[in-house]
């Protein structure tokens, strides 16, 4: 004899019905539960329907690069990893009438490559290094911005400067001295000697005491922001790079000549704002 | 009595609507052809151990359709290469960790999910009116196209989690087991999560008018 379901035990056991995971005799049960109960059908029905639009859904496929930039990227991995470097075979040397131009040819690529290598390795170790100083001054920019200040003053040769007089030193009018947008207050400002060229950092107070810190410099600087994602966002004219940063949002977009790097924003509405006050006041600007 | 656009047969093997696999399924590796327990993939998946290129290369080859459908749907689009080419280093790193006690497959799509669930959360804090994010290529016209764009705002509306379930089971044709397993869920939720999401779809659809229950 079949055993019975109601109402409330069909329509918890709903999907497993129609996915086929039910086993045969609970299965007869909501089969002759179904045949009576329209309300519980018609759900059985909607499911069905859901079903059919999914399945009509574009699936999309992997650009047709992927694999090549994955593959590009596990060759640069192992090929840099410690393993390799330690089981790396030793050189043969060659003898013969032949041996001194031999040595000679190898001398010059062997520098070659070395040379790269080592460029190549600097630039590596400097990009990790940067990171690291920014990451701690990420860490501690919210609890303390004097000393979030302090780390790049520290690690970078750098100075306090009022926002008018840092002219002279980077050459180009910061973008904050021309003032800041409402409901922001500028604290400080420096000039600080990084490795890729000076940038200007200023640090703003919002009216709850918290911090914002906006960098003016050449050329973007990803390395700041190490191997956390970035994203790409659109505001007005401008394309924004946002990345996490803990429980604060940054991001980095060119403004007109320079680029601007805000770090310690609350949400994408604050970087839009700022993008967008940044924007007016640059186009307001006499050329 | 049931309405008219629900036929049913009530004959003693009742036709009642049933979930058919769906075709993007198929692109699945064939897991018939080999005997029960056997993972067609456990071979490949040694090779790439080894740090050979070409396995790896067909390991991608098989599951990266697979692995992109996932982070295109869960993460959206626009990020979905960059999921993806993270979920495929993170599997070749860390293959070693592999245990072989799911299949190859399952243990990659575990990755997918996790990934793609991840770069959502982290990238939830960035979306906001103000800012304008790529939009999903829109190629179909007329009902149909209507329907498609309102179930696509359906999923981007319902949990991320949810979500991932529904289209581990719809769009991957996953047993219950295997998104139990892909999940890390017991796989006595997994029916009443289906529930849920499906039910939360359908009622948006029907508040966009799109369902006739």
Redesign the interface.
């Known amino acids: 004899m079949n055993r019975e379901m109601d109402c409330t035990e069909a329509?918890?056991?709903?999907?497993?019905?129609?996915?086929?995971?039910m086993p045969d005799d609970q299965q007869r049960a909501m089969?002759d539960h179904?045949?009576d109960c329209?309300s519980c059908?018609?759900?059985?029905?909607?499911?069905?329907?859901?079903?059919t639009?999914?399945?009509?859904?574009?699936?999309?496929?992997?650009?047709a690069g992927?694999?090549g930039?994955?593959?590009a990227?596990?060759q640069t991995?192992?090929t840099l990893s410690p393993e390799n470097l330690a089981t790396a075979q030793p050189f043969r040397w060659t003898t013969g009438r032949y041996a001194p131009l031999v040595m000679a040819l190898a001398a010059s690529v062997v520098f070659a490559i070395g040379w790269f290598g080592y460029q190549s390795n600097l630039s590596m170790i400097g990009n990790l290094a940067i990171a690291s100083v920014f990451d701690q001054y990420f860490d501690t920019l919210h609890q303390d911005p004097v000393a979030a200040q302090q780390i790049l003053l520290t690690k970078y040769d750098g100075q306090t400067v009022d926002a008018e007089n840092a002219v002279h030193l980077v050459g180009y009018r910061p973008a904050v001295a021309d003032g800041v947008p409402a409901g922001y207050s500028l604290h400080t400002t420096n000039v600080i000697r990084m490795p890729r060229g000076d940038c200007v950092h200023s640090q703003f107070q919002r009216a709850d005491g918290s911090t914002l810190a906006i960098f003016e410099h050449d050329g973007e600087r990803p390395a700041w922001f190490g191997k956390r994602?970035a994203?790409?966002?659109?505001?007005g004219d401008k394309n924004?790079h946002?990345v996490?940063v803990d429980q604060r949002?940054a991001a980095t977009w060119r403004q007109g000549d320079r680029h601007l790097t805000v770090v310690g924003a609350h949400?994408?509405?604050e970087?839009?704002?700022l993008a967008g006050w940044f924007g007016e006041r640059t186009n307001l600007m006499p050329e | 009595?049931?309405?008219a656009?629900?036929p049913?047969n009530?004959a003693e093997t009742?036709d009642?609507?049933?979930?058919?696999p769906?075709?993007?399924a198929s692109n699945r590796v064939q897991e018939d052809a080999f005997a029960p327990g056997i993972d067609p993939l456990a071979e490949i998946a040694a090779a790439c151990r080894q740090?050979n290129?070409a396995a790896?290369?067909q390991l991608?080859?098989a599951c990266?359709?697979h692995?992109?459908?996932v982070a295109?749907r869960v993460a959206g689009?626009q990020?979905?290469?960059?999921v993806?080419?993270q979920v495929?280093?993170q599997a070749?790193?860390s293959l070693d960790k592999f245990d072989g006690r799911s299949r190859v497959e399952t243990w990659l799509h575990r990755i997918a999910v996790n990934e793609a669930l991840q770069?959502l959360r982290?990238?939830r804090?960035?979306?906001?009116s103000?800012?304008?994010?790529?939009p999903?290529d829109k190629?179909?016209s007329g009902r149909?196209a209507e329907?498609?764009d309102a179930?696509?705002q359906a999923l981007a509306n319902i949990d991320p989690e949810l979500k991932s379930i529904?289209l581990l089971?719809?769009?991957e044709d996953y047993?219950?087991h295997d998104i139990a397993e892909s999940l890390h869920i017991p796989e006595g939720t997994?029916?009443?999560r289906?529930?849920r999401a499906?039910r939360d779809?359908?009622q948006q659809?029907q508040e966009m008018g799109?369902?006739?229950?």
């Open positions: 329509r918890e056991r709903l999907s497993d019905y129609f996915d086929g995971e089969a179904l045949a329209e059908a018609l759900e059985l029905v909607s499911f069905a329907d859901l079903s639009i999914t399945a009509s859904l574009d699936h999309p496929l992997p650009p992927l694999w930039e994955i593959a990227q596990l991995e192992e994602p994203t790409q966002a659109v505001h924004l946002v996490d949002v949400n994408a509405e970087l839009g704002q | 009595m049931i309405a656009s629900a049913m009530t009742p009642l609507p049933r979930r058919k769906d075709l993007a740090g290129m790896r290369r991608y080859d990266s359709q692995v992109y459908r295109a689009e990020d979905a290469a960059d993806t080419q495929f280093l070749f790193r770069h982290r990238n804090r960035h979306k906001h103000d800012l304008d994010w790529e999903m190629v179909d149909q329907q498609k179930l696509e529904f089971r719809e769009v047993s219950y997994v029916g009443s289906l529930n499906r779809l359908q659809l799109f369902s006739r229950t």
